[in-house]
């Protein structure tokens, strides 16, 4: 391989990188299992906060920050999760037991989840960065 091949080579590998960060930017839509419905929601579907829930508020983005509010003290319950999704290059993705529900990465936008609660430990992360943009949080009761 000539010298100027491997230039090229690393050039091109170097870009993917940095403009891989994951998915497309053709609209993308929030996919997740609900465990108040049992099922998946459709592309695009906000699902129904349950009538006088709590609210929890999930943000990720622009840069590479990720954040859960209003997760202090929870009990097992109904809760209504929205998500304010900043970036293209970012997704938020909930998990713990009986919940996953995430936005797409491709997703900017809000987004909400009704998400049944149950005692344990929950996590949220952006999945193309998760070593670096996760948190964690408990359900007691």
Do not use: R
Not at 62 to 75: H, M, Q, R, W
Not at 79 to 95: I, P, W
């Amino acid at each position: 391989m000539t010298q100027c091949c491997k230039v090229l080579v690393v050039a091109l590998f170097t870009l993917a990188a940095l403009t891989g960060c994951g998915g497309d930017d053709n609209g993308g839509s929030a996919e997740g299992t609900t465990t108040e419905a049992g099922g998946t929601t459709e592309a695009g579907a906000t699902t129904e906060a349950a009538a006088g829930g709590t609210t929890i508020k999930g943000s990720v983005g622009p840069g590479f920050d990720i954040s859960v509010e209003g997760a202090d003290n929870l009990t097992p319950g109904t809760y209504t999760l929205e998500v304010e999704d900043k970036s293209s290059s970012h997704n938020f993705h909930l998990t713990g037991p009986g919940v996953d529900v995430k936005t797409e990465v491709s997703f900017e936008g809000n987004m909400s989840f009704t998400v049944n609660l149950q005692a344990g430990e929950y996590h949220f992360q952006c999945d193309p960065h998760s070593s670096s943009m996760n948190g964690d949080f408990t359900v007691s009761g």
